[in-house]
């Protein structure tokens, strides 16, 4: 089997066909219900996608992933095909509260025949989901993320949030209300960003 290599990490050629097919679904999606900024609509490949794998590459798959505020699929898409590939028992769920980016969800596992799990809700309204690895995107800030993490994570879950060039500040500013271990990993696509990994939360 062809393998291809994306930002370092080594894939099937089947995982890079279905990545590609996605990058043309939310290209074609995008200007209808805005799926990714105007701006980097022409560059979904670098920016969004190979974002998106970077955070796959952080972890071991656990039996549940769950990403929140879904949107337009990163990293929660792109979850579910490596996954497809590298740990086809993982349960893969995206939550998101807008119906036609869920509508949008759905289609793209389906078409790139993947499995995974959307649900149309509120992130707060949605019952404790035990994940053992709870991931966001461009969603909100830290503080507010770890309310999410603090209800939708396992015991010994990890939380994998991509932050921009802000994001001590939120660290230090979330710390005033919560306990956590913190690893930052420096971004493959943006020079001031990073994905913090995130364990142990709780409230101080």
Known sequence: MDRVEIAGVDVSRETYDRLKHYESLVQKWSPKINLVAKSTLKDVWERHIVDSVQVC?????????????????????????????????CQVTLIESDQRKCAFLRTALRECGVKGRVISDRIEKVAPMGAGV??????????LLLEFAERHLSKDGIALFSKGVQWKKEVDNARSQWRFELESTKSWTEPDAVVLKIEGVARV
């Open 134 to 143: 709870l991931s966001a995107r461009a969603l909100a800030d830290l503080s």
């Open 57 to 89: 590459d952080l972890v071991s798959f656990p039996e549940t992933w769950v990403d929140i505020g879904s949107g337009g699929g990163f990293p929660g898409v792109v979850v579910a095909i490596i996954a497809a590939e590298k740990a086809p028992d």
